[in-house]
């Protein structure tokens, strides 16, 4: 494999990021997750047994919303590339969407008294505006990371503060909305009140990485955004054999998340008949995770992200089939969770590295860079995959006969176990195929890509 063009870069380009500024970094995504997470984990279960409505009709609402989001992530693709501000092509987003993000994100819960099918349209409307508001944070952030550094190890380490922050995210929130909820009053009340204060905090998280990230890496004589055709953009993307890999695997592997995250407070709630052990299996899942993250980065160096990343599914597989052994036993349970969790930060700590370095290897191959276009079908795969194992959940759960209340039939418990276990184990089989199919990380290793990259003039 060859590769052609001379690439520019400078000192301040490759620059070594300190623990402060990937700190900061990592910071973004536990704003994002403290709310994006908790409307993944509760949003089927606040909708079906709060709100009262129809587990299949919310999860064609979501269907739908998501099928939307490739238009939403397109459209904030294209206005980052074509963003010239005095605070660069990223970060203004943050300072300019956070705040619509976090008042979106309230409205998802306050749901007005117009009737059932009022309520079905207002979820609509109001969830694809927070989706909308989505694409137009969480694109610049993840963009910021191909522009704050051209070093790829740099930018793998700052990648790993992102997971462990997201993660640690997911975590407080499995522990902390219930409880929440509760302590508010309950009902709706107690939803829009945890929500409320998840939303501030979140907004000013994304404000501290406006402030203390800067953007590095710079066009200079490139090719400017502005005068590549759609034409050129599109064979680019086609060319880019890699990043459409990386695509289908964060479209599989958001199914697979969204659907164990929201099948979680049902197999809680029923299955072990107590709604509050969500937080306790989240924590056997994600304390293990955080744990194993901070070593991913030697990993990584050892084997690269794509093996591991197959042994990170592999073991998720494992952790499937130890909870379908005795899948009413709390203790099993608990421990396919930890299984799962190791494997898992195999898999986070590298899927978001993965997609900067299909973005330079798009741009070695065909000297067309649109960071912010490339990087939208990453948030694409991310929110799509999100909307089909919501979608997925809501209607597994309506097939098997799911009916909100106190007690359940045998046929929705079964659907519940379906959604917890069985088909995650299909997805994950499907990602071990795709990252078999992934050679980038052998490419950039025989052909010394990062070094040319950085030291060619």
């Avoid at 709604?275 to 056997?284: E, K, N, R």
Wanted: hydrophobic share 50%; with cysteine.
């Amino acid at each position: 494999m060859m590769f052609s063009g001379n690439l520019k870069s400078d000192d301040d380009e490759n620059h070594i990021l300190s623990f402060g500024e990937k700190a900061s970094y990592g910071v973004g995504d536990f704003a994002t997750n403290l709310t994006w997470s908790a409307i993944t984990s509760f949003i089927v279960f606040y909708y079906t047994d709060v709100i009262g409505l129809a587990a299949a009709a919310i999860g064609t609402i979501m269907l739908i919303s998501k099928s939307l989001d490739g238009i939403y992530d397109i459209v904030m693709g294209v206005a980052v590339d074509k963003t010239h501000s005095k605070y660069g092509k990223a970060r203004p987003w943050l300072l300019w969407a956070s705040p619509a993000f976090a008042i979106l994100s309230i409205t998802l819960f306050t749901i007005p008294n117009v009737g059932y099918m009022g309520k079905l349209i207002y979820v609509f409307i109001s969830y694809n505006l927070l989706s909308f508001s989505f694409s137009a944070v969480v694109i610049p952030y993840g963009t910021l990371n191909t522009l704050i550094t051209r070093n790829r190890n740099e930018r793998d380490k700052a990648n790993l503060f992102r997971m462990f922050f997201g993660q640690t995210s997911g975590l407080f929130v499995a522990n902390t909305v219930l409880p929440l909820v509760a302590l508010f009053g309950g009902h709706e009340h107690g939803w829009v009140l945890t929500f409320t204060l998840f939303s501030i905090i979140g907004m000013l998280m994304f404000m501290w990485v406006f402030k203390s990230q800067k953007e590095r890496v710079h066009l200079g004589n490139k090719v400017k955004d502005d005068e590549v055709s759609w034409n050129v953009k599109l064979k680019a993307i086609c060319a880019n054999k890699y990043w459409i890999i990386v695509v289908l695997f964060f479209i599989v592997f958001n199914i697979a998340s969204a659907l164990q995250v929201g099948a979680l407070v049902y197999y809680a709630k029923y299955i072990f008949n107590d709604s509050t052990l969500v937080g306790l299996l989240t924590a056997a899942n994600v304390a293990p995770l955080l744990i194993c993250l901070l070593f991913t980065s030697k990993v990584f160096e050892k084997i690269g992200k794509r093996n591991a990343g197959i042994i990170g599914a592999v073991l998720n597989i494992i952790g499937y089939l130890i909870n379908a052994i005795a899948p009413y036993n709390f203790v099993v349970t608990a421990t396919g969770q930890v299984v799962k969790g190791i494997g898992m930060a195999l898999l986070v700590g590298g899927i978001f590295a993965l997609l900067p370095d299909t973005i330079e290897y798009g741009y070695m191959k065909t000297k067309v860079r649109i960071e912010g276009l490339l990087y939208a079908g990453g948030s694409f795969g991310q929110k799509v995959g999100a909307g089909i194992g919501t979608a997925l959940l809501g209607w597994i759960l309506s097939y098997y006969n799911y009916a909100a209340g106190n007690s359940i039939s045998t046929r929705a418990m079964t659907g519940i176990k379906v959604s917890f276990i069985w088909a995650p184990i299909i997805l994950f089989v499907v990602m071990v195929v795709l990252l078999w199919m992934y050679k980038l990380d052998k490419d950039f290793k025989q052909q010394n890509l990062n070094s040319s990259f950085q030291t060619e003039k």
